[in-house]
């Protein structure tokens, strides 16, 4: 037995050196800061340090000690994007306070206790014993759950920016598309694996159009309803765009056609198309989009500031502490991106940007090794969620496409999102377990 | 045909790159994105073919969407690559020449030649019979009403708003907002160019529409702000530095307009009524008609420090407020000239020895802003004061107000006196030839107040004839004076002048304050007393500029006016 376990301890060590990698980080960020601000090490800081670094090094060296052979790479990806955004939270939190006033008080502790329950959140879900089949099993439940949370956050939901997406549960605020988020790709995995063999059987015509046969037809529908009605209802646009991008991906891996892709894009080209017309809040962010610098100072602010901002970053950046990136507004949540690349500068924000490609590289790897159809769909959903995540807020913070606003998954701060993201990421480590016992499935 | 997919597939490889690169430089972000995608689409090609061959279904379906996702980060990492290094520099200018639209200025406004612009009236005298009784009222931003005409006689209800409102005199012409919005108090500016030819030239009368006009004042804050001031002749200035809206505008003496206004039927008693009101009033040794807010040039003693440290802050000659500046006793400038002094001896056992920004401000010292303004040097003094409004006189700037009628401080007589390093640390420090009205140090606070954006201040909100409005005031950026980080230092430094310094006993209960003391030397006579403050330093809503004419040391005469209009402003008990 203790043999079997010292033959395992060393079996991680990648992870491991990664790990102390992003830790680093952290420590050389908050030094910066430290060092900016006179000086002054608080036992606070040793504290987040340790526990950060504690956290995630014995998680690893846990996970090492079972041998289920999870992947290595995610776990210290996921520690430095959030190590980043602690970071970054303690950088803004003066600045913010200085500009906005108390309405952003404490939110570096905050993001701290939120990353922090992110990774205890993880470490639950990996050693919790529960078995991947529940998830299929209860995939009505889950939708129902899903849904569920919508309607409540359509009627009791707590408006802020003129947009109702926050639950008021005392303790915190919670924003129900988050959990949406799981939810709807565990639902979409189940609903498209058990239809996996009606591929191309029968296809229903429209005239000199090929449509997809119902099975794939009806929830393309539901979907493309419910991202309109999330538009409509919540004005959430952002998270509207991601669930119908994961769907697509998703329909796309079942299916191989491209033309249902394509024919998804048209109808959300067309839904956008109307309600761009329809809805006040779409067209300033589609002109805004187009020349921010028609209204620089109205629809354009925003943008125009990010630009600005990420101008002044250059190829080096200002430096962490030493630029102005409040000047963006929501520079801790959507905006992250304009304040990395003002204090990072192009380095920074590429180096981010590789982040997530080499999570998607290693979800989408270990969505091919993964041993059924189910857990297949399941992890391309989730890294597909979380990267189209980073992809929609980074491209449009920097005015690359229009701006919809979603947090930058893992560094935005935010509760909800810090959290979900964590539990993604536990059950893209489940499945690339590739030597877990056969009752865990 | 496999052979030839590949051939393609490396051109497009080539010619997907040649596409990006014409892109990144094409100025025209549609463009750009156009570029990107195309090019992207031809890079594609080449894992693309060797994706569909080598892989089995389900896994090409991964690969695909492998390098869907990877290529989309790719095209955020390329706009990055384009936003921060290919045309940074472009967005850099474009936001420095950014100007928020301009408030449709008045025609009124900028018809007024030069000349008309005093506050002792022009004698200009308005050719077209207008009826008298048909003029537009002038009201405070909440409507109390500060002019009108009733039966045929302008009536000024609160008798001691000349300097603001003005008067209508068919003697003396009009001044104040009476004289610069008179065409839409009349209803002149309705009326087409023919139709007022047409009246001038037969003598009939015409049927205009008047407005009302609706100023930004707050009467109880302007009542406050001249009970602060009292019988010491000086002025007062408050303004909303977001905005550049003058909440209140008092200066000492002041002058009641209703004995300058005739009423509609006019005796011969009542033009010599008039007559004689109007030879008092010239004749007083205190110019009583004066607007000393806006037009009183004064020294600007010590508040200038906020200038020179601002200036430091921001062109990185200070890197923060915690920056080492020493305050000697003497600083000698140059040969010949004599030496900065400063106005207490051993200043530095209270500034510390090196000291910082935070403290050679809070204790005014003037060694210390005299080597500041050295460092600086004269281009960018110069530079500065051209930012903040401050020109020369052989060349003045314009006058920030257009409202009525004001004056552009000067920083020096001519540009070559700063040259000198000596007149350079004088000026520095607050000595020179400087000549500042309360209004521009009021605008200097506010600069630093709002993020370093210096807004036009304005003192009339809006026109209206009924439902019609016919102008409407926005708040207007004229010049981003400083970077907002350099403002916000520059307010924790004036927060400490209150913390510790002379400034402290303007401290007011439950609220920031961020302020500066000023004596500015005018021999013969005792010194002019200045005040300058914002608050709250976090939010700053306020800013507020005090001159009392020999009025001795700013502390002791300025600031208690300044406290009082702050605590009546933020509505707290002093």
Known sequence: MIHTLRSRAGTRLRELELLITASLLLIVGLGTLIARDGGLVRWADLAIVVAFTGLFVATSFALALRGWGE????????ALLSGLGMVLARRLEPDLLARYGSLYGSIALKQVIWVLSGAVLLALISFVPWRMRWLRHYRYTWLACGLLLVAITAVFGVERNGARLWLDLGLFQLQPVEPLKILLVVYLATYLDDRRNLIGSSAYRLGGMRLPPLPYLLPLLIMWGLTAGLIVVQKDLGAALLFFAVFLAMLYLVTGQASYVAAGLLAFGAGAWALYGIFGHVQPRVDAWRDPWADPFGAGYQMVQALYALANGGVAGAGLGFGDPTSVPESHTDFVFAAIGEELGLVGGVGLLLCYALFALEGYRI?????????????????????????????????????????????????????????MLGILLRISAANKPPAVL | MDRLRQIVAWLGLFLGLAILALGLLAPDAMQWRLHLLTGLWLLSLLPRAHVSRRLPPPARGVARLTLVVVLALGAVGLQLLREQVVWADATRERVALLRQPAAAAPDAATAVRPADRTSLGSGRVWPVE????????IRDRNGVLLAETRDGRRVYPLADLGHIVGFQSRLYGNTGVEATFDDELSGASTLSPTALLEARLLGTPFDPRPADVRLTIDVELQKAAQAALGEQPGAVVLLDPRSGEILALATYPRFDPNQLVLPERASEADVAQVQAAWQALIERQDSPLLNRATQGRYPPGSVIKTFTAAAALDSGVLSGPEAQVTCPNRLETEAGAPPVVNAVENLARRTGDPSDLRRVYAWSCNTAFAQIGLALGPERFIEYARRFGLGFADAPSEPPLRDIAADAGTIAGSAEFLQRPAALADTAFGQGQALVTPLDMALMAAAVANNGALMRPYLVQEVRAGDEVRYQARPEVLRQVITS???????????????????????????TIGAKTGTAEAPPGAPHAWFVAIAPVEQPRFAVAVIVERGGEGSRTALPVARQVLAAALGVQP
Do not use: C, H, K, W
């Open chain 2, 485 to 511: 980080q350099a403002a916000l230092q520059m307010r924790a430094v004036m927060q400490t002048s209150v913390e510790v310094g002379y400034a402290a006993p303007v401290a007011l209960p439950g609220v």
């Open chain 1, 71 to 78: 992947d290595q790479l995610l776990l210290p990806i996921a």
């Open chain 2, 130 to 137: 207008a009826g008298t009784a048909t003029r537009g009222a």
């Open chain 1, 367 to 423: 969505a091919l090794r993964s041993r059924d159809g189910f857990q297949q769909l399941l992890a391309a959903g989730l890294t597909t969620a979380i990267v189209a995540q980073a992809l929609i807020i980074t491209a449009g913070t920097t005015n690359l496409i229009p701006l919809t606003g979603i947090t930058l998954p893992f560094v935005s701060y935010g509760g909800s999102s810090t959290l979900v993201n964590f539990m």
